[in-house]
């Protein structure tokens, strides 16, 4: 997948598509506060909220990412590409600012854990690709004897046509494939 142009308009629903996923996580959350409070109506009204942001992001994802000519492979390789900078930059970046700014350790370790876990998942992200060009590599070498075989096979039956029409003396009426 091509990476977007430097223009903020890209910037803009790149932003867009965080926020409303940001909103729709915050808004289940909430929901859990206020049914834990005793509120079911605003708890419905959070989670009715929270499905009308999750469309709004899906939404700006498939301008951001449109379907057509997206394969999987591309969007392991998305996924790898973003878990690789969550463990290697963004999560250790942040627990070094934590520790730094003498935050409690509660958030130091949340970041750490982050780290582990996104490490975990790039590794099945990189699995699953693994085991794609596995997979492809096999079908190609069955795809190619598939290949082999009718080329053999049209071969043989080109010259066995041949041989035919030659012993007819060019008469088809005399063809006849059960013979070949």
Known sequence: ??????????KNLESAFAGESMAY????????V??????????????ETAKHETKHAEGHLRNLYPMKGLTTEQ???MAVAGENYEYTEMYPG?????SEEGMED?????????IVECKEH???FIAKLEKLGKIFTGLAKVEKEHHDNY???????????SRQFEASEGHLDDYDPEKL
Not at 25 to 32: E, P, R
Not at 34 to 47: H, P, S
Not at 94 to 98: C, E, N, V
């Open 34 to 47: 206020a049914r834990k409070n005793g509120d079911e109506e605003v708890a419905q009204l959070f989670e």
């Open 94 to 98: 942040f627990a070094r600012t934590a």
């Open 122 to 124: 790039a590794e099945a």
């Open 25 to 32: 996580q915050k808004y289940l959350y909430f929901a859990k």
């Open 1 to 10: 997948m091509s990476k977007k142009p430097e223009i903020k308009s890209w």
């Open 106 to 114: 509660w958030m130091v370790e949340e970041f750490e854990e982050g």
């Open 151 to 161: 080329e053999r096979a049209l071969n043989d039956f080109t010259a066995a046509s």
């Open 75 to 77: 969007c392991l390789k």
